[in-house]
């Protein structure tokens, strides 16, 4: 049972339509960002992608949530939902409900969903990462695999598509990263390479005190750069016969991107300065990506 279902609802009742309409209300409360940029898609893969939505979202909820003592136990639970799910035996709770008629739908290998819930279980076990290829490891599994799962739906013929996939996941995981160093470092959790911080002479010690400094600025720059190669490393993998399926995912990238330039606009300092936008500016960098790929099309 998903740690989301609402307390008071009759799950014998539970209609794949009620079931969808959950994991979108789910995903409109809880992902503005990710709820909008989808909505150019047609309504059958829409309701789909939120039933993905759902599913990471109670996963990360699973990992997050301070109030839930056996997390690797609730994990391991998890996946075997999960493979219930994939048998079509799970009837009352909406996530499952929904997933199991996307992942039937579009053929989903359950092999994503078990990388991205491997995701979450380095979330228990690990809070500092050595180097840039151990922390890869797991932005691919906490968001390259997401985009693999997506591109099923969406549907695509080349399969340098996968590769797009894989690299914006990188880079959306690494921005997160970036924007979220303050929040992390609260609970305790370093996703900055140590190797980087030992490069650039940022302790563990300047961070628990949000030193911002030169010292910081050279680390941050430094991060950002290596989001930025994969941006354009995802755009460069685009294929031109896929183009045009992929404009919700680029438009999640501009997004994102603009974001990362927000965090350079203000000199880094994520400690002092909350980076965000209106949702008036996110529509207009939504529908300009839209008409960009319209132009590129023709």
Known sequence: MSQLTTNKQDLSEMTLDKAYLFCRNLTRNNAKNFYLAFQILPWIKRRSIYSIYAFCRCSDDLVDDPAIKDRAGLLEKWKVDLAACYRGEIKNDPIFVALYDTVKRYSIPKKYFLELIEGMEMDISVNRYETFDELYEYAYKAASVVGLILIEIFGYKNYMTREYAKNLGIAMQLTNIIRDVKEDAKRGRIYLPREDMIRFGYSEKDLFANEYGSKFVRLMEYQVARAIFYYQKATR??????RNL???????????????????GKGYNIFHNRIQFSNLTKLFIAVRTWFRIQLQQQ
């Open 237 to 242: 993998s685009i294929p031109p016969e896929d």
């Open 246 to 264: 992929l404009t919700s995912p680029e438009i999640m990238k501009n997004i994102y991107f603009h974001l990362l330039n927000e965090i350079v």
